[in-house]
């Protein structure tokens, strides 16, 4: 099992997940708020082609995570599994476009991939992330969140790997004076975005026992730096052995192997 980043941030999240069995490749993609064409291109970069993914799972019906999901799912025929809130925000862009609706709770299978979403607290219609399991290996995805919860511990308890929010620095952003008071209020409020320190409590409240790799993901190029959030997530990461890695909004992160 592997997977690599096409780009997280504001301006746009893609995540490839891949796993294989026998000779048989099953790879998905996590969102696309990429368009048609960027997205084949990061694509590329990374080795595939839009006829390689098996499905796009989406998150939330925010432009950064859904920009491209729709145009490229019906370009290249690809099914697309989401919530009913989240169809429900999105659904006049859906038009000749396969889809699968999934729930907290209610695991998806995806050829070789077995999938559960669970909720998370942002503001969207009925957000989710994903755990998804390739038989050999775990990866839990974990942005988009305003604060930890005992059921998003739980759910991501056990995973090999972590692709985690660290959006912001609380002093970067209060800081800044481009971003209003409301617009403030919103990132670091409880249905928001992960601060590194939030980050770093949820890694070390989850089950640590198999982990060995955690992603810094969905960095605010305004409001946070790298060293930041490496920092942040360090402090918990250095006592258990796990490698830390960050992706960026151009370069994402490329290929982790898992097993």
Same mark, same amino acid.
């Given at each position: 099992?592997?997977?690599?980043?096409?780009?997280? @941030?504001?301006?746009?999240?893609?995540?490839?997940?891949?796993?294989?069995?026998?000779?048989?490749?099953? %790879? *998905?993609?996590?969102?696309?708020?990429? @368009?048609?064409?960027?997205?084949?291109?990061?694509?590329?970069?990374?080795?595939?082609?839009?006829?390689?993914?098996? @499905?796009?799972?989406?998150?939330?019906?925010?432009?950064?995570?859904?920009?491209?999901?729709?145009?490229?799912?019906?370009?290249?025929?690809?099914?697309?599994?989401?919530?009913? @809130? %989240?169809?429900?925000?999105?659904?006049?862009?859906?038009?000749?476009?396969?889809?699968?609706?999934?729930?907290?709770?209610?695991?998806?299978?995806?050829?070789?991939?077995?999938?559960?979403?669970?909720?998370?607290?942002?503001?969207?219609?009925?957000?989710?992330?994903? *755990?998804?399991?390739?038989? %050999?290996?775990?990866?839990? *995805?974990?942005?988009?969140?305003?604060?930890?919860?005992?059921?998003?511990?739980?759910?991501?308890?056990?995973?090999?790997?972590?692709?985690?929010?660290?959006?912001?620095?609380?002093?970067?952003?209060?800081?800044?004076?481009?971003?209003?008071?409301?617009?403030?209020?919103?990132?670091?409020?409880?249905?928001?975005?992960?601060?590194?320190?939030?980050?770093?409590?949820?890694?070390?409240?989850?089950?640590?026992?198999?982990?060995?790799?955690?992603?810094?993901?969905?960095?605010?190029?305004?409001?946070?730096?790298?060293?930041?959030?490496?920092?942040?997530?360090?402090?918990?990461?250095?006592?258990?052995?796990?490698?830390?890695?960050?992706?960026?909004?151009?370069?994402?992160?490329?290929?982790?192997?898992?097993?």
């Amino acid at each position: 099992m592997k997977f690599a980043s096409l780009g997280s @941030g504001s301006e746009g999240n893609a995540l490839l997940i891949s796993t294989r069995s026998g000779m048989t490749e099953t %790879t *998905v993609m996590l969102d696309c708020g990429f @368009g048609v064409r960027e997205a084949e291109r990061r694509l590329g970069r990374l080795g595939l082609a839009p006829s390689d993914l098996a @499905g796009i799972l989406v998150t939330h019906e925010h432009h950064d995570h859904v920009g491209g999901v729709f145009q490229f799912a019906r370009r290249h025929r690809v099914p697309v599994w989401l919530t009913s @809130g %989240t169809w429900q925000s999105v659904a006049g862009r859906c038009d000749g476009v396969a889809l699968h609706f999934c729930r907290d709770g209610e695991h998806i299978r995806i050829r070789d991939f077995e999938i559960r979403p669970y909720t998370v607290p942002h503001d969207a219609r009925e957000p989710v992330q994903y *755990v998804l399991d390739g038989g %050999t290996a775990k990866l839990g *995805v974990l942005t988009d969140a305003g604060h930890g919860t005992p059921h998003m511990i739980d759910a991501l308890g056990g995973c090999t790997a972590l692709m985690l929010e660290c959006n912001h620095d609380p002093g970067m952003l209060a800081a800044n004076p481009r971003y209003p008071p409301s617009l403030k209020q919103r990132i670091s409020g409880d249905y928001g975005h992960l601060s590194n320190q939030a980050a770093a409590d949820i890694l070390d409240r989850v089950d640590k026992s198999k982990l060995g790799r955690v992603v810094a993901a969905h960095l605010s190029q305004k409001n946070n730096t790298p060293d930041l959030a490496r920092e942040a997530l360090e402090r918990i990461a250095q006592s258990a052995g796990i490698e830390i890695s960050i992706a960026c909004q151009e370069q994402g992160v490329g290929w982790i192997a898992l097993d």
